[in-house]
C-alpha cells in the first residue's frame, strides 16, 4: 500500500512539474510576434510526420548516426508499453497491459528493442567519444553524456526487472518469445525468494524513478526536442523551399520608431522561438554551412542555440513585467549575435537541408538582416553600392537599362541576334528572362548569347523584355532590403502581367527562383523553367542534335538555388550525357549536398574577410577531380568559379562553362574545332 502512495505522489508530482515547466515554455512561445501559419495541405502534413518524425528520413540522410537515432526513437517508442508494465507492477503483482499484455509478439519485440537501445547508445557513445566529429563544437556535450547515461539505466531497470519478474513468476509473457528477458532471469538462478522480490522492486523503483527524471529533465535540456519535434515539423512552412518570409510593409505610413525584420528577441516570431526549442545540437547543419566550413564565425546551429539562451535569459523578465520591458531588451545584434554571423550567409540553404527536425534558419538570419539594412541602416559598406544601383538603376552593376540587349549583338566573330521585344512577338513560345548578370557581365552575356543561339536553332520562337527587365530583387531581398525588392517585384510583375507571360525560361537559378517561387507573394504567378531543363526537354524531343565529339571528362557543380531550393539537378546531367564522347565524373559534393559558390545571398556583392574564400574551396574540390571541363548553370556560380579557377590557374587548365555553351558547341560543330584547334 505504501508503495502504491509513494508511487502516486512522485507520479503526480513530476507530471505537476512537468506541465508547469510547459506552460512556461509555451508561455515564452507566446512572447514571440505573430506568425499566422496554419496546416493547410494536411495530406502534405501526414506525409511529412511519417516520413521525417516516425521514418527519420533526414536523420537517415547520414547513415550510421541516423541507425543510432533511429534505434533509440523507436526503442522508446515500442518500450512506453514496458514503462507502463513496471509502473502498473509496482501497483500489482503479475500486472499485465490491457488486451496486449500477454501478446508473445509484443514481449518479442520488447526484448529486441531494449537490445537495439542499448546497441544505439553504444553506437552514440561510439560517435561522441572516439569519432568525436566537429559538427559538436559547441553543442551542450555533458547534458547529451547524461542523457545516455540516463537511457541506459533505464534500460538496464527494465531488463533487470523483466528477468526478476520472469524469477518470480510473475512475468506476463511466454518466454519462448522473450529470450533476452529469459537470459537476464538466468542471472537469478538460486537466489532467495526474499532477495528475488527486493531486486525486483530496486529494479522497478529505479526505473520509474528514472523515467520521471527523465520526463522532468528534458524539459529543460536541449532533449526538448523529443516533445516539440513533431509540433515543429507540423508547422514547417509550406512556402516553396527556395521562397523566404513573406514580409508586409507599408513604407507610406511608417513612423521613426516602427522596426522592421528581427531586432529584438520578440521580433522573432513564436515559430522561430520553437525552431530554438527543438534544436537537437546535432550539427548536422554546422557540419553543412559552407560559412563555417570555411572559417567563419557563423554557425547555424549556434545562431539558433544563442536564440534560446538568450530567450531563456530574458523571457523569464518579460513574462513578470507589467510593460515597457520590450523597449529595453538588448538589441539581437550585436548584443546576442554578432552582425558578422548574419552577414556570412549565403542562404544557400545546406543548414535547413540537414536540419532534422526542419528548423529554418534562413528566415531568422534574414530577419535579422532586414532589422539591420532597415531600421539599423548598419550592413557591410560594400553593399551600399550594390543597393543604391538595384534602387537607381534597377540592376547590381548600375548599367543602364537601354544595355540590357548588348549581349544579343554577340562578339567580333559572331552575328548579331535579332531578339524581339515581347510586345512584338506576343505569340512567342517562350520569354527569355536574360537576368543582370546575363545582361551585363561579359562572361555571362556569351552564356545568354549561346543559349539564345540554341533555342533558334530548336525553333523555339523567344522574346525578351529588353530594357523592361529588371533584377528579380532576388539580393536585394536576401540582403534584407525587402522595399528594394518589393519595387523591383511590382515592376517586373507589371511588365509580365502585361506582357501575357508565356512560359519563362532563364538561365539563372536565383531569377527562376524569385520568378517561379517568390513573386507568387505579390501575385505574380507565372511558368518558370530553368534553361538546363529547358534544354533537356528540347534533346529529348529531337529538337536538338549534339554531333561534334567532345572526348573531354566534365563534372558539374549544381547552384544550390537549383539543386537544394528547387530540387532542379538532371536536366544538366542529361545534357553532358547526351554529347557524344563526354565522359562525366561527378563531384564528392552534388544534388541536395551541393557546396556553395558563395555567392547567393547577396554574398556577391560583400567582401570575404574571414578565411578560406568559398569559391577556392569549391575551386579546389573541382580541381581535385582532374576534370577537363567544369560545367555550371549559374551566373555567380560561372563568375565565382572561373576567378578560383584563374587564381589556381598555374596548376590547372580547366575551362568553366555553363551547359548552354557545352552544348552549343556540339550542336553547332564548334567541338571539333576546339579539339582540333
Ligand atoms: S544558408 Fe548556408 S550559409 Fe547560411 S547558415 Fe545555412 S548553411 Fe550556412
Ligand atoms: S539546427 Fe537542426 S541540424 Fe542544426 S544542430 Fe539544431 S537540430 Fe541539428
Known amino acids: 500500500m505504501l508503495e502504491r502512495i509513494g508511487l502516486t505522489a512522485l507520479v503526480l508530482v513530476a507530471t505537476v512539474a512537468f506541465l508547469r515547466r510547459s506552460r512556461y515554455l509555451v508561455r515564452l512561445l507566446g512572447l514571440g510576434a505573430p506568425d499566422d501559419r496554419r496546416p493547410a495541405d494536411w495530406g502534405r502534413k501526414l506525409k511529412q510526420q511519417l516520413v521525417v518524425v516516425l521514418g527519420q528520413r533526414k536523420l537517415l540522410q547520414w547513415t550510421v548516426p541516423g541507425v543510432m537515432h533511429w534505434l533509440i526513437f523507436w526503442g522508446f517508442i515500442v518500450l512506453l508499453t514496458t514503462i507502463i508494465e513496471a509502473f502498473g507492477a509496482i501497483y500489482q503483482d503479475g500486472f499485465a497491459l490491457p488486451l496486449v499484455g500477454r501478446f508473445g509478439p509484443l514481449g518479442l519485440a520488447q526484448d529486441l528493442f531494449i537490445a537495439a537501445v542499448l546497441a544505439g547508445v553504444v553506437m552514440a557513445v561510439a560517435i561522441r567519444k572516439v569519432q568525436r566529429p566537429g559538427r559538436f563544437t559547441g553543442s551542450h556535450l555533458r547534458e547529451a553524456d547524461y542523457i545516455l547515461a540516463a537511457i541506459t539505466g533505464i534500460m538496464v531497470t527494465v531488463a533487470g526487472a523483466r528477468g526478476a519478474e520472469i524469477a518470480r513468476g510473475l512475468f506476463p509473457y511466454d518466454t519462448r518469445w522473450t529470450p533476452i528477458s529469459r537470459a537476464v532471469s538466468g542471472l537469478f538462478d538460486g537466489v532467495a525468494a526474499g532477495r528475488l522480490e527486493a531486486a525486483d522492486t530496486a529494479f522497478l523503483w529505479s526505473h520509474a524513478l528514472l523515467i520521471l527524471g527523465f520526463l522532468v529533465y528534458l524539459t529543460y535540456s536541449k532533449h526538448l526536442h523529443i516533445v516539440t519535434a513533431a509540433i515543429n515539423v507540423l508547422f514547417t512552412s509550406e512556402r516553396p523551399k527556395g521562397a523566404l518570409k513573406p514580409m508586409h510593409l507599408d513604407l507610406e505610413n511608417a513612423s521613426e520608431d516602427d522596426s522592421f525584420g528581427a531586432g529584438v528577441i520578440t521580433e522573432l516570431t513564436w515559430k522561430q522561438l520553437l525552431d530554438s526549442y527543438t534544436c537537437t545540437e546535432c550539427g548536422r547543419c554546422q557540419s553543412q554551412c559552407p560559412a563555417w566550413a570555411t572559417g567563419k564565425p557563423l554557425s547555424p546551429k549556434l545562431l539558433i542555440m544563442d536564440v534560446r539562451d538568450h530567450l531563456f535569459e530574458v523571457g523569464g523578465g518579460l513574462l513578470s513585467s507589467t510593460n515597457g520591458a520590450a523597449a529595453e531588451l538588448p538589441p539581437l545584434n550585436p548584443g546576442v549575435i554578432e552582425d558578422e554571423v548574419v552577414w556570412d550567409c549565403t542562404t544557400c540553404g545546406a543548414c535547413v537541408q540537414a536540419c532534422p527536425v526542419n528548423i529554418e534558419h534562413i528566415d531568422t538570419i534574414v530577419d535579422m538582416r532586414r532589422n539591420l539594412v532597415m531600421s539599423e541602416s548598419r550592413f557591410p559598406k560594400e553593399m551600399q553600392s550594390a543597393l543604391a544601383n538595384l534602387e537607381t538603376s534597377g540592376n547590381p552593376w548600375g548599367q543602364p537599362a537601354t544595355a540590357r540587349l548588348d549581349w544579343a549583338k554577340g562578339t567580333a566573330r559572331e552575328e548579331p541576334l535579332d531578339v524581339p521585344h515581347i510586345s512584338d512577338a506576343p505569340d512567342a513560345e517562350v520569354l527569355l528572362w536574360v537576368g543582370c548578370a546575363g545582361a551585363f557581365d561579359d562572361r555571362n552575356r556569351r552564356v545568354v548569347y549561346d543559349f539564345a543561339r540554341l533555342l533558334q536553332i530548336a525553333g ?63 501575385g505574380g504567378n507565372y511558368e518558370v523553367v530553368h534553361h538546363t531543363e529547358m534544354l533537356a526537354d528540347l534533346l529529348r524531343e529531337g ?87 567544369l560545367a555550371v548553370g549559374c551566373p555567380y556560380c560561372n563568375i565565382m568559379l572561373s576567378d578560383g579557377v584563374t587564381e589556381r590557374h598555374a596548376d590547372s587548365d580547366m575551362e568553366v562553362r555553363d551547359i548552354a555553351q557545352i552544348l552549343l558547341a556540339s550542336v553547332d560543330g564548334s567541338a571539333t574545332e576546339e579539339a582540333a584547334g
Open 543 to 629: 529538337r536538338l542534335e549534339p554531333a561534334a565529339a567532345m572526348p573531354k571528362t566534365v563534372t558539374y557543380h549544381d547552384p544550390c538555388y537549383n539543386a537544394r531550393h528547387n530540387d532542379v539537378w538532371k536536366g544538366a546531367r542529361e545534357v553532358i550525357a547526351a554529347i557524344p564522347e563526354a565522359r562525366y565524373g561527378e563531384l564528392h559534393r552534388h544534388g541536395h549536398s551541393t557546396f556553395c559558390c558563395g555567392a547567393g545571398g547577396g554574398r556577391m556583392w560583400m567582401e570575404e574577410r574571414m578565411g578560406k574564400k568559398m569559391n577556392m574551396e569549391r575551386t579546389d574540390e573541382a580541381l581535385a577531380s582532374s576534370s577537363d571541363t
Open 460 to 522: 523555339v520562337s523567344f522574346a525578351v523584355l529588353g530594357p523592361d527587365e529588371s533584377c528579380t530583387g532576388d539580393p536585394a531581398r536576401r540582403m534584407g532590403a525587402e522595399y528594394i525588392y518589393q519595387m523591383l517585384a511590382e515592376q517586373n510583375i507589371e511588365h509580365l502581367d502585361s506582357a501575357g507571360a508565356p512560359k519563362i525560361v532563364t538561365a539563372c537559378p536565383h531569377c527562376f527562383n524569385t520568378l517561379a517561387n517568390e513573386y507568387t507573394q505579390f
